[in-house]
């Protein structure tokens, strides 16, 4: 009984206004945290900037593929969509990194499309010229809406505020995949959740602007460092 009461009092609570407008509040406020920790790390640490080219992109679901007008297979999972992917990296250590990330480009409708992504970084294999990376964080996704489609049916994934269709996302992930050219350059491949319901495929250059390991600082008041 007392379980059946928390779950209809939850239930009023995340349905009223207030509930929304306080998660908008606290979804602003993580993403502004993270960007003053990445800004307070980045002083000290290794911090690159990468820019990518978004081609090719799996859907999971069959969504509606008589719509698509950039769908490669006649079942619209695997479609083209153009696009670019600006991110920042700033390390805490060697082989773990906050990524913040923002994705413009046409989806598979053609209507822009895009995602803000930060996430935590880590490095899961390194040999030689070759290094894997894994992150995972929440995802902001957002596109032109579809509504202007004649035979669309509303996806229920997804809000709609005037003409933008978007989704919030708690996990969202990449796997990158760097090849090293120079001191200061890398050659970087990813699989991106860039779409709510779709990986996608990017190539592009990665730049290092400080790529020296944050050091300790030693003992001021120890014997051997006056």
């Not at 679901?61 to 619209?76: F, M, R």
């Amino acid at each position: 009984m007392k379980t059946t009461i928390f779950a209809t009092t939850f239930i009023k609570n995340i349905t009223k206004p207030d509930f929304k407008k306080t998660m908008k509040t606290f979804i602003l406020k993580y993403f502004i945290s993270i960007i003053i920790l990445i800004s307070g790390i980045s002083v000290f640490s290794q911090t690159n900037i990468s820019f990518k080219l978004s081609t090719l992109s799996y859907q999971f679901t069959d969504t509606q593929p008589e719509l698509l007008k950039l769908n490669i297979s006649g079942n619209g999972k695997l479609a083209a969509e153009p696009g670019l992917i600006l991110a920042y990296e700033a390390y805490a250590s060697s082989n773990t990194a906050l990524k913040i990330s923002q994705a413009l480009l046409l989806d598979k409708a053609a209507h822009l499309a895009g995602a803000t992504q930060i996430m935590v970084k880590f490095r899961v294999a390194k040999s030689f010229k070759h290094a894997l990376y894994l992150a995972i964080g929440p995802s902001f996704h957002f596109r032109k809406s579809w509504a202007d489609m004649e035979g669309y049916l509303d996806e229920p994934i997804y809000n709609t505020s005037a003409d933008w269709q978007h989704k919030f996302s708690w996990l969202s992930g990449e796997i990158e995949y760097n090849f090293y050219l120079n001191k200061m350059s890398d050659l970087s491949v990813s699989l991106n959740h860039i779409q709510a319901e779709s990986i996608g495929i990017a190539i592009g250059y990665k730049y290092w602007i400080n790529k020296k390991p944050r050091t300790k600082r030693g003992c001021v008041s120890c014997p051997g460092l006056h």
